[in-house]
């Protein structure tokens, strides 16, 4: 195994030298270590739901190490004011006003003693060498931001050498249908994005709940980081739980365009009504795709249109539908998936790409899928790209009992 890891990042630090647009492309600064719990595919056959589950759990309980700052902030809902200094004797009250005040090399501790407002927008950046760092304390619960109903996301982010870090985010629904919902936005708006670090947050109840009507159609996300002529890259997604997620007709964590040098790491995703992670390419504009990418060590668990159970739990596709993907590649170049656990989406792992592109120069290896309702692995029109020492296979001592009758 650690010959396999060790192959990642050369192939990763490859892609800090020299992208597939000729320029130079940033990929996280911190080394990927892959964590001690990491799956063998052959002994998971033997797991039981428990097992997989606990698995998902224990990648989402241990906190990372953030980026060492110079200085400290603090906030406090329940003692902060936002007339004073913002020092722990004498905390801010919001999320905002901190964000507004900081400048690089601050790390802003946030505490747990009551609700914090959606909308946060991060436009501010750190530097090179000098984050930013959003942290809930790690001494304690993680603070909640709830959303609110005139903001698309919970947190908006649109500035470099960020890490958000340590919180929960839930309850997010918006006025109408028509309006999307997102837990944490992630977009190269007026100018190239670098190093946005997304760690250990807990997100959940977003979108609009189950919808009692034949069709419907509305979009929302957990997670998503997105860029069309601008770039982001060194982003890192890592030990993210994401559950009890109505995302219609889109994805729970997705990076779509101009990405290039990402990972999504040791997320737990389970309980969504639609694909949990997602590749794009090609759909913004038809040169740009998301690239130089590690998908590794992460666990999904009842990725389905049937969720939260039978067709009506996304009434964004016909009743009966099965277009979910636990991995989702659309698009994409340059990309490994590595080490991670499918079970029960209604398509385990599939590389396609609805634009007219090929998926180029992907290896998808030691991944365990399960129980998928459609099928476990699709490899469509690729150049360069391969499936490899993965473990499919279908258990009866797997299945979901509500899903079963969902299909009958």
């Known amino acids: 195994m650690k010959t396999q890891v060790s192959l990642a990042l050369l192939l990763l630090l490859a892609a800090a030298c020299s992208g597939s647009d000729g320029d130079t492309v940033a990929v996280p600064l911190v080394p990927y270590e892959a964590p001690a719990d990491r799956i063998d595919p052959v002994a998971a056959r033997d797991f039981d739901d428990a097992a997989f589950r606990m698995l998902g759990q ?9 980026p060492t700052t110079g200085e400290a902030r603090y906030v406090s809902a329940a003692l902060g004011d936002d007339g004073a200094d913002g020092s722990k004797a ?4 919001t999320l905002q006003h901190a964000v507004d005040e900081v400048s690089p090399g601050t790390t802003i501790w946030v505490d747990a003693s009551g609700d914090y407002a959606g909308g946060l927008e991060i436009s501010s950046s750190g530097e090179e060498g000098a984050f930013i760092v959003v942290a809930g304390d790690p001494s304690g619960p993680r603070p909640r931001i709830t959303g609110a109903a005139d903001a698309t996301s919970i947190v908006d982010i649109s500035a470099s050498w960020i890490v958000f870090a340590g919180f929960e985010l839930a309850h997010h629904q918006r006025g ?20 946005v670090f997304v760690f250990d947050n807990v997100i959940h109840d977003i979108g609009p709940g189950v919808i009692d009507q034949a069709e419907c159609y509305y979009n929302g996300h957990g997670i998503i980081a997105q860029a069309e002529g601008r770039k982001i890259s060194g982003l890192w997604i890592d030990g993210n739980e994401l559950y009890d997620l109505y995302v219609g007709h889109s994805e729970v964590v997705v ?21 949990a992670i997602d590749i794009i390419g090609y759909e913004k504009n038809s040169t740009e795709t998301a690239r130089n990418g590690l998908v590794a060590d992460n666990i999904v668990l009842d990725a389905s249109n049937y969720w939260p159970y039978c067709s009506r739990g996304n009434c964004t596709y016909p009743a009966g539908d099965e277009s979910s993907d636990g991995i989702y590649v659309d698009g ?28 180029r120069n992907t290896e998808v290896r030691f991944n365990v899928v399960f129980n998928s309702n459609y099928k476990n692995f699709t490899l469509g029109d690729a ?7 993965n473990v499919f296979f279908d258990d009866p001592r797997l299945e979901d009992p509500q899903f079963a009758t969902c299909r009958e």
């Not at 004498?90 to 009250?93: I, L």
């Open 90 to 93: 004498s905390p801010w009250k």
């Open 255 to 275: 990076v779509n365009g101009n990405v290039d040098g990402f990972r999504i790491t040791n997320n737990y995703v389970h309980d969504v009504n639609n694909i």
């Open 58 to 66: 224990a990648r989402v309980e241990r906190r990372r190490a953030l």
């Open 383 to 389: 150049e360069g790209s391969s499936e490899h020492d």
């Open 176 to 195: 109408s249908l028509e309006d999307d919902t997102i837990g944490i936005e992630i977009e190269a708006r007026d100018e190239d994005l670098d190093h």
């Open 332 to 359: 994409g170049a340059d990309l490994i998936i590595e080490f991670n656990v499918v079970g029960r989406a209604d398509h385990g792992i599939e590389l396609q790409s609805e634009n007219g592109e090929l998926i």
